[in-house]
């Protein structure tokens, strides 16, 4: 399994509180990102990056900030937590851009009250 | 963005029967990766498909790369009861993989007694 682990795995927290959700791997892969799940919608991506402070916006980014000081960690931050973001983020690695194949973290269940 | 239509969207089979699944897609691919999701994890990747007409087997699970690259199976032999899962299809957004993956919606396997 690639080593990636996100903390916190589960999360509660009211609406209009900051979040940040983090990610570590020990793979030293190049490229991270994050991606929620819901019910209906699948898997979704928010952001990711290319590289150590490259980041770029994916499909569902309002509401969302990251940042990649470290290869290894990239942070999801909700500045203002919303009931519409609760769901399950996943973060994902690839160390090739060419084949696509990502693996993914446990997870992170987020809850906003 | 592109989309990914999965079916079924639910199998209820008895163990020991065999399982076929689908991913179509209104555009191109140019890789297909299928990943399975356990309840309260991440999606493990299963197989990565990289060419047109490829067919590639991971023990019991075997899957196929349409000639048109615009679909994709996953078939499964003589099921047991840790193949019950979520099984998702998923491809590059741009064909480079860095900008993410567009995910179906998932099929979701059940094994009856």
């Known amino acids: 399994d690639a080593g990636i682990t996100q903390s916190p795995r589960h999360k509660v927290t009211e609406t209009g509180t900051p979040v940040t959700l983090r990610c570590h791997q020990t793979e030293n892969h190049r490229y991270m990102y994050w991606y929620r799940q819901d019910p209906g919608h699948g898997l979704r991506l928010i952001h990711y990056?290319?590289?150590?402070?490259?980041?770029d916006k994916g499909e569902v980014s309002d509401g969302y900030s990251v940042s990649r000081s470290k290869t290894e960690d990239f942070l999801l931050t909700l500045e203002s937590a919303t009931s519409s973001q609760t769901s399950v983020y996943f973060c994902?690695?690839?160390?090739?851009?060419?084949?696509?194949?990502?693996?993914f973290g446990p997870g992170t269940r987020l809850t906003v009250l | 963005g592109q989309q990914l239509n999965q079916s079924p969207q639910s199998m209820f089979i008895q163990e020991g029967e065999d399982v076929s699944m689908n991913c179509t897609s209104s555009s191109i691919f140019n890789t297909w990766l299928w990943y399975k999701q356990d309840p309260g994890e991440g999606p493990v990747l299963l197989i990565a498909?990289?060419?047109?007409?490829e067919l590639t087997s991971n023990g019991r699970l075997t899957a196929q790369f349409g000639i048109t690259r615009k679909d994709s199976f996953l078939n499964i032999s003589a099921s047991i009861p840790s193949d019950v899962g979520i099984y998702f299809c998923a491809g590059p957004d741009s064909g480079g993989g860095a900008d993410g993956l567009t995910f179906g919606k998932g099929t979701h396997l059940i094994i009856q007694p």
């Open positions: 994902a690695i690839s160390e090739r851009r060419e084949a696509g194949e990502q693996f």
């Open positions: 990056s290319y590289g150590v402070k490259d980041t």
């Open positions: 498909l990289y060419k047109a007409g």
